[in-house]
């Protein structure tokens, strides 16, 4: 009995010993300063408040879709573009259909003893970017070269020769290739390769041995064939260069002109104008030509009648 009344009042002259009797066991529940802590925290936010407070993006959202928009018209002009390009290009230059005036000059190149320079035009209507059909008319100026006179100081001969003075001709025309070159690693030229074919007249003169004889002209029938290449500069203008082969049958004067023996058997003389045109001596010319030329077209413009 007196251990126990002894304890008891121990017990109870020692609260503190009460109060952690009274406690609850380590780890079974939070402390108090722990759960005051979570008594004063703020109440969570709802989300309609945390949108409110969120930052506008409206500004940025419309920057970010033009920009995606500019990029996919930039990539739609990009796509038509190369819709321009084709495998094979335009020609850069049409003549069906127009007319070409063409003046030129020429030289002579074939004969040694006499040289000509010729001076013309040429008027050709396209019947096609690649036929053609027109008449040319040129008129020659005649140099004798030096050769010639060396000839007679040389051999005690005098050749016999003849001048052109004018010609005039049919001509048909075939372009057979067209391309194109660059020019100083910036500019393209244009060009194309031209056969020509006519038939016309050509007259000529003679060059009597003694001046003071009388001359008299011929007209041949003359054909001709020429090719020549163009290089086109603008719309409407072209620069070309070509050789052009005449060939006709002329007549030259005779020989024995002043040691004339008539037929009648009577004494040797000089033959009148009529006699010397009578036994005038023919032989085959051909007369090659370098032709220098520039070309003007009507209408000054074209336009393509198909599309690509």
Known sequence: MKRLAFGLFL??????SLAAAEAPAAGTEEPADE?????????PESPEAKKDELPDLSDEVKEAAAEKEEVAATATTARRSWEDIVVVPRKA??????????????????????RHYAFGGDLTYYLTDVFSVGVEGQYFI????????????????VTTLNRFKYAGALVFGYVPGYGKFGLFNKY???????LNAGIGLIWTEIIPVFPDDATW??????????????AFVT??????????????????????????????????????LQEAKTNATSSLTQNIMVFVSAGFYLPPSFQYKKPR
Not at 11 to 16: E, S
Not at 93 to 114: C, H, Y
Not at 217 to 230: D, L, Q, W
Request: charged share 25%; net charge neutral; hydrophobic share 40%.
């Open 11 to 16: 017990v109870l002259a020692n609260p503190r």
């Open 35 to 43: 759960k005051a802590s979570e008594a004063e925290a703020p109440a």
């Open 93 to 114: 230059f049409l003549k069906g259909g127009r007319v070409e005036l063409q003046p030129f000059s020429a030289i002579s190149i074939n004969d040694t003893m006499i």
């Open 142 to 157: 005649k140099e004798r070269s030096e050769r010639e006179s060396l000839v007679g100081f040389q051999f005690n001969r």
């Open 188 to 194: 393209v030229v244009h060009w194309d390769v031209t």
């Open 217 to 230: 002209g011929n007209r041949n029938i003359s054909p001709h064939f020429a090719i020549s290449t163009r």
């Open 235 to 272: 719309d409407w203008l072209a620069l070309s260069i070509g050789l052009r082969d005449y060939i006709f049958l002329d007549k030259f004067e005779p020989l024995n002109r002043h040691d004339y023996n008539p037929p009648d058997g009577s004494a040797t003389r000089a033959m009148t």
